[in-house]
């Protein structure tokens, strides 16, 4: 993908084998017994021998986001970056919570800043090792910024003008995830303003 030697179909089979084989190599024993399991269903399942639970591949749901405050949205960067990347927002949704309020939730938590509205924008799914990342802008309700450094290195607004830059890699020191990311999607499809 990054040197564009795969079309969207073959990674997204890609992505579908690099998950499933994840799953099953992590899940050799059943987590209900303990006892070894065994492959079902040409690979979509494992069943357990002794206990017959049967365990199925699973999905995490990741919410990645633009907060958005008039003409400007909210990027990060995270300290496992290369030098100069920034991106959009992300997490992990919680167990009971809906996507809204994970997307608020992990805003708050990374950068101190309370959203309203969230909207969904796309999803891709990402083998790394097995996330569906749900795209998200959320309405910023103030711009004070408090990041959590264990988590963030850097949080700031960018300008649209500036988010296009970054975008079509014109903006000096900084960069953004590659086009076929969701988070250079959301990036770029909020600065050139085909969503509000
Ligand atoms: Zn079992």
Not at 88 to 112: N, Q, Y
């Amino acid at each position: 993908m990054m040197q564009g030697m795969v079309s969207e179909k073959t990674a997204g089979r890609l992505a579908q084998a690099k998950s499933v084989m994840y799953w099953h190599s992590r899940h050799r024993f059943c987590s209900n017994c303990g006892a070894e399991t065994q492959v079902g269903a040409a690979g979509w399942k494992r069943v357990c021998a002794a206990c017959k639970a049967e365990h199925f591949p699973r999905t995490d749901p990741v919410v990645i986001m633009l907060a958005v405050s008039g003409d400007k949205c909210l990027l990060g960067r995270q300290p496992r970056f290369p030098k100069g990347m920034f991106s959009a927002l992300a997490g992990f949704v919680e167990g009971g919570e809906t996507l809204e309020d994970a997307v608020r939730r992990e805003i708050k938590e990374e950068a101190g800043i309370s959203c309203g509205k969230v909207t969904y924008m796309a999803s891709q799914p990402w083998p790394f090792p097995c996330s569906l990342m749900i795209g998200c802008l959320a309405e910023a309700e103030d711009e004070k910024i408090t990041i959590d450094v264990t988590e963030l290195d850097d949080a700031r607004w960018f300008s649209r003008e500036d988010a296009l830059k970054l975008v079509e890699g014109r903006l000096d020191g900084f960069f953004c995830p590659p086009k076929f990311a969701i988070a250079h999607q959301l990036i770029a499809s909020w600065a050139r303003g085909e969503v509000v």
